[in-house]
């Protein structure tokens, strides 16, 4: 690379990386070269004069610790500073990534399943829970919080049991959960982070949710109000581990959506949560529609709740709303909708289908 | 031969960071030794006395290890450094009392950024120390801010989004006050050199 030095201006030069270094931090392989090239080109002493004057104007006083004493620095920092386990909220607000959602978890099967397979089920798994350990059981009415190695955070209720690695591997954080428990993970995409329970797992990737699992419950649930989630059943996984392969077959879930997992028929089923939240942070809390084409209704329904709604365009093409909503639950805007419209709609695969006739 | 350039690869900056979050030591300890006098000075110009800067810049390297598990990775690591610096120097500045100034409302606005005084520089050839009088006295004729955008882009060596950051105002600004800055810095100079050019035809 053969820069052309000459063609410089003095701001070129002040902001040469070569330049700087004779200038700033002279007595080095540079001071050769830069000197050899001054007395060659004395017709761009003034730019080279300039710059360097500004420079050394800017750098003023030069404060400079030496190697050694930049090492005593370092030494001591690292020897007297604690380190600080972040709470969740600064957690929340540093890792911008910190996707909020919720994830439940009810689960039944214990009678059956006891600890004991729970724990040969884990070994199959997450071989890595099944040696050098830490159980954790909360038998308080209290909840109990646990910190672990990557900053993770986990808030576990009264009469759950939770097991995780003393040290996670490098590509996976895997934890065990039997009962309920409220996760607050670091993000780090390059370990994702597993929660196992006795049918499912999830796979989650720095965000926050809560597991549940109670007793005298059919289903298993996870719901997500916010963030991504992929949900397994556990025979898939297993399957997947015992083949070797990369696929697998699982559902993943984006805000709003739920799985239930029938333990009866070990299916999962994607739906809708109960109450959806609006997804859009600014998005406006009133909406008011005034002779509002019903594709536009529904476009902006879509967005404010990620939601995917179905519908006949041409039978609807007719179709106007003119209302104005607030507070209500998208179910309650649906209903008023669908009165108005006269149509029906109903929920399948997580999506609002729309039945109408036509107005 | 053209000397090899030590630019300060920015992707190196991030593997560094990275390190440093998985709780690596020798990474602090390149970025400290890569930056620790870079933001000494910087913090000389607000604040003059040395040993609190010191105590400045060390602290923002003890706040940045301590909360290594939940710090996020700046796209700028150099500008992350400076303008924590800058928030810190602030802050201490403020809770010391080291300005003598109790009636500082709004911290960002009461920013002093110290006029340059080449009295500090040791320099050997008398006619560099001649231009830095020079330079240095347009220097200190701009406003603060203009002062301060001037020492980020030419001593620091930095971005204008980078500044934009550091500063708490947004990157058209920073290119107004360095437009703004530059007029300044061209005029009086240009009209130097111009003098001096033609100073020579008249004499030859």
Same mark, same amino acid.
């Given at each position: 690379m053969n820069t052309n030095y000459r063609e410089y201006s003095f701001e070129d030069f002040s902001r040469d990386e070569s330049f700087r270094q004779w200038v700033l931090n002279p007595h080095t392989k540079n001071d050769e070269f830069w000197e050899k090239w001054v007395s060659e080109n004395p017709d761009c002493a003034d730019n080279v004069n300039v710059a360097k004057a500004l420079l050394l104007t800017l750098q003023e006083k030069n404060i400079s610790l030496s190697n050694d004493d930049l090492a005593a620095i370092t030494d001591k920092i690292?020897?007297? =500073?604690p380190l600080i386990i972040p709470f969740w909220k600064t957690t929340a607000f540093k890792f911008a990534a910190s996707i909020l959602l919720l994830l439940s978890i009810g689960l039944i099967g214990l009678k059956y399943y006891g600890q004991e397979s729970g724990d040969v089920a884990s070994e199959k798994i997450a071989p890595n829970l099944s040696s050098n350990y830490v159980e954790e059981e909360n038998t308080n009415d209290a909840k109990k919080q646990i910190t672990l190695e990557d900053g993770s955070q986990i808030t576990l209720y009264p009469k759950s049991k939770i097991r995780y690695p003393k040290q996670f591997s490098t590509q996976l954080r895997e934890v065990y959960l039997i009962g309920q428990a409220f996760f /607050?993970? =670091? /993000? +780090? %995409? /390059?370990? %994702? !982070?597993?929660?196992y329970t006795n049918y499912i797992s999830t796979q989650v990737l720095g965000t926050s949710f809560m597991v549940k699992a109670f007793e005298n419950e059919k289903n298993i649930k996870v719901e997500v109000h916010s963030g991504k989630v992929s949900v397994y059943r556990r025979e898939d996984l297993e399957k997947a581990k015992l083949q070797q392969k990369n696929e697998l077959v699982g559902i993943i879930l984006t805000p709003n959506q739920e799985v239930d997992y029938s333990i009866a028929d070990a299916r999962l089923l994607k739906s809708i949560i109960n109450r959806p939240e609006v997804l859009v942070a600014n998005s406006p809390k009133h909406f008011t529609?005034?002779? =509002? %084409? $019903?594709a536009k209704v529904f476009g902006i329904l879509e967005e404010t709740y990620?939601? +995917?709604? $179905? !519908?006949?365009?041409k039978n609807m093409e007719n179709c106007y709303l003119t209302a104005s909503f607030s507070d209500e639950s998208l179910y309650d805007k649906l209903k008023l909708i669908c009165k108005i419209t006269h149509s029906t709609y109903e929920i399948v695969d997580a999506q609002i289908i729309i039945h109408s006739k036509g107005c | 031969m053209i000397p090899q350039e030590a630019q300060p690869s920015t992707n190196n900056d991030s593997q560094l960071w990275q390190q440093l979050k998985n709780g690596s030591e020798l990474a602090l300890g390149k970025l400290i030794k890569k930056y620790f006098n870079l933001l000494q000075n910087y913090g000389y110009k607000f604040v003059r006395n040395e040993d609190f800067v010191k105590d400045c @810049?060390?602290? @923002?390297? @003890?706040? &940045?290890w301590s909360r290594r598990q939940s710090i996020s990775q700046p796209d700028s690591v150099r500008a992350y450094l400076l303008s924590s610096v800058r928030k810190k120097i602030l802050r201490e500045s403020v809770r010391q009392k080291i300005n003598g100034d109790d009636k500082i409302i709004n911290i960002e606005n009461d920013l002093k950024f110290a006029e340059f005084s080449p009295e500090?520089? &040791? &320099?050997e050839q008398e006619n560099t120390q001649e231009t830095i009088q020079k330079v240095s006295g347009l220097l200190n004729s701009l406003p603060k801010r203009q002062r301060e955008v001037v020492y980020l882009r030419f001593y620091q060596n930095l971005e204008r989004d980078e500044i934009a950051q550091i500063m708490g105002v947004n990157a058209q600004s920073v290119s107004?006050?360095?437009? *703004? *800055?530059f007029k300044t810095i061209r005029e009086n100079w240009s009209g130097l050199i111009i003098h001096y050019l033609f100073l020579i035809n008249f004499i030859s």
């Open positions: 690292v020897e007297e =500073t /607050k993970v =670091t /993000k +780090n %995409p /390059k370990r %994702p !982070f597993w929660v529609f005034d002779e =509002t %084409p $019903i990620g939601i +995917n709604i $179905i !519908f006949d365009e | @810049v060390q602290e @923002v390297f @003890v706040e &940045i500090l520089i &040791i &320099i107004n006050l360095l437009q *703004a *800055a």
